[in-house]
């Protein structure tokens, strides 16, 4: 059965500090890995698409990175407007299209 | 504006009743989706379509129905069957291919029984 854990469930920062959320899988097949940004009472919001060990990539202050069993969400200088929960998901190769597994995510709160 | 339109946002159920939660996307994307999300726990999956007609259950089905008559719509109905249908909900679209297609979510609906 296809896992995916994140670590830590909530992180509180001081605006500056930086600071880095885990996303730890289990699956048969990764076809990619997603993370995506949630704001309360809203939809998802998607930030980046990963597909193999080893990618990076970048928007504004925050990093992803890859490698076989996890990914990184790097947060440089974070800023209250920053706050929010960061959800990351995969999607594996076996049959089912191309839904998601997602974790339960990583509440963060940045403080000024 | 493109993007994936979810009515209601907020729905009031009594018990034993239905209800039906719209989901209208102009991304002309072929697969769409319908997750769950409830506090503590990562959304999960209802039902997903890849294609107009088709559907299929995903891991939490029971108690719920879809429809695909047409390509920019997948209603949800929440029946009477589902014992716990207090959540969040949230419809999503994408592309389909071989390689990884990002899923891009609407707003969600919020369902309460009363």
């Known amino acids: 059965e296809d896992q995916v854990t994140q670590s830590p469930e909530a992180l509180r920062l001081q605006e500056g500090e930086s600071s880095s959320l885990n996303c730890s899988y289990t699956v048969s097949g990764l076809r990619g890995l997603f993370w995506y940004r949630q704001d309360p009472g809203k939809g998802p919001e998607f930030l980046f698409t990963l597909y193999s060990a080893g990618e990076e990539k970048e928007k504004e202050r925050l990093k992803a990175t890859l490698t076989k069993k996890e990914s990184f969400l790097h947060i440089t200088a974070p800023k209250p407007e920053d706050s929010a929960t960061y959800l990351c998901a995969v999607q594996v190769v076996t049959g089912g299209g191309n839904k998601l597994t997602f974790g339960t995510g990583t509440q963060l709160k940045v403080e000024l | 504006d493109g993007g994936i339109t979810q009515s209601p946002k907020y729905l009031f159920r009594k018990e034993g009743q239905n209800v039906t939660l719209s989901c209208e996307q102009n991304l002309n994307h072929d697969a769409m989706y319908w997750y769950r999300q409830d506090p503590g726990q990562g959304l999960r999956l209802i039902y997903y379509?890849?294609?107009?007609?088709?559907?299929q259950k995903g891991d939490i089905a029971e108690g719920y129905s879809v429809s695909r008559e047409k390509k920019e719509s997948f209603p949800l109905t929440v029946t009477s069957a589902q014992k716990n249908p207090t959540a969040f909900y949230l419809c999503?679209?994408?592309?389909?291919?071989?390689?990884?297609?990002?899923?891009?979510f609407g707003e969600g609906s919020w369902l309460t029984v009363v």
């Open positions: 999503a679209s994408s592309n389909v291919g071989s390689s990884g297609n990002t899923i891009y």
């Open positions: 379509s890849q294609i107009v007609n088709d559907f």
